[in-house]
């Protein structure tokens, strides 16, 4: 399943299409681009400031981080 964006494209693979997840990837892509705004205006290579997107992939398709 594809998710574009003007200065972003999503990418979710999964076995068979599902609108349930079609839904959360679209969900994934408005909050991504609103958050990471000025950073994809500005591109600088540092992909440290993308930090946080494990916390809105948790928060949004609801799945728990794996414990080391």
């Known amino acids: 399943m594809v998710e574009q964006k003007p200065n972003v494209m999503f990418v979710l693979i999964n ?4 609108t349930f ?3 959360k990837l679209r969900l994934f892509a408005e909050e991504f681009e609103s958050f ?4 994809l205006q500005h591109r600088s290579g540092q992909i440290d400031l993308f930090q946080p997107t494990k ?11 794996l414990v080391k």
């Open 15 to 18: 076995k068979e299409e599902s």
């Open 21 to 23: 997840l079609r839904y």
């Open 36 to 39: 990471f705004k000025e950073a």
């Open 55 to 65: 916390t809105l992939i948790y928060r949004l398709f609801e799945i728990k981080p």
